[in-house]
């Protein structure tokens, strides 16, 4: 099964304020990994993220986080971070379960 991507507003600002080739690579693992095994877990990539009922995952990208809901058969990319601020933004954003 295909899943239809839908970036939020705020992903979107976020990928407009990274440089054109890490957004380039961000995109292409989006494509690549989340369009058909969003939940499927890896050491180095997917991760589910555990007592968040949002965001549910996080993808990795070089030192980029991409952090992302599944819901039926939609990704909702919920931000795009940089790995140094990842663990503020999602104690500031993350919703606890």
Not at 61 to 82: P, S
């Amino acid at each position: 099964m295909r899943y239809e991507i839908q970036f939020f507003s705020d992903a979107i600002e976020d990928l407009r304020s990274v440089k054109a080739n890490a957004r380039s690579k961000i995109l292409d693992a989006i494509e690549q990994h989340l369009h058909y095994e969003p939940e499927k877990e890896s050491k180095s990539r997917i991760k589910q993220l555990k007592g968040l009922s949002s965001p549910q995952y996080r993808l990795r990208v070089d030192e980029y986080r991409v952090y992302y809901d599944i819901t039926a058969n939609t990704i909702e990319i919920i931000a795009v971070v940089l790995k140094e601020r990842s663990a503020t933004w999602l104690e500031r954003e993350g919703v606890k379960e």
